[in-house]
Every structure is written in C-alpha cells, then in structure tokens.
C-alpha cells in the first residue's frame, strides 16, 4: 500500500521532482503535495482501494504523512 502511495505521489502530483519520501515525511509542511495535489491524492486513494473517504476524513492527522494515510487506509478497508 505505502509503495503504491509513494509511487503516485511522485509520479503524478509532487511539487518538484522527489527521489524519495520517507514514510513520516511531512508531505504538505516539506512543500511535496500542495492542496490540489491533496485532492488529487484523495481521488486516486478511492478508486485505488475502493473506500470511501469523508469530507471530515480530511485531516491533517490523517493524511500528513504517507505513514498517517496507510494507517487511515487500513482502519477503512477493515
């Protein structure tokens, strides 16, 4: 799951051009995703793995490192 995010992230929505993100990386904090970006995440992360994710989802908490959105995506697909 965290390669997959990983590899969307930097392929698809980074700012600038990443060799690699840590797992507790602060991905809006280190200018890696911008607010659009998050969005864009958000959209792939529910088509990829088929959830759902609430407007109040949305958090900080949830989605600022690739490590807090693996733990969210996991305590949605159980």
Same mark, same amino acid.
């Given at each position: %799951?965290?390669?997959? !995010? !990983?590899?969307? =992230?930097?392929?698809?929505?980074? %700012?600038?051009?990443? *060799? *690699? !993100?840590?797992?507790? #990386?602060? $991905?809006?904090?280190?200018? =890696? ?7 864009? $995440?958000?959209? @792939?992360?529910?088509?990829? @793995? ?5 407007? #109040?989802? %949305?958090?900080?908490?949830? @989605? ?15």
């Amino acid at each position: %799951m965290t390669d997959k !995010i !990983i590899s969307y =992230i930097k392929t698809e929505i980074s %700012m600038e051009p990443v *060799d *690699d !993100i840590d797992l507790e #990386e602060d $991905l809006l904090g280190n200018g =890696i995703v911008d607010s659009l970006g998050m969005m864009q $995440l958000v959209v @792939f992360l529910e088509k990829e @793995f088929k959830v759902k994710i609430a407007p #109040e989802d %949305m958090t900080v908490e949830n @989605f600022n490192t690739v490590s807090s959105i693996s733990e969210y995506l996991s305590t949605k697909l159980n």
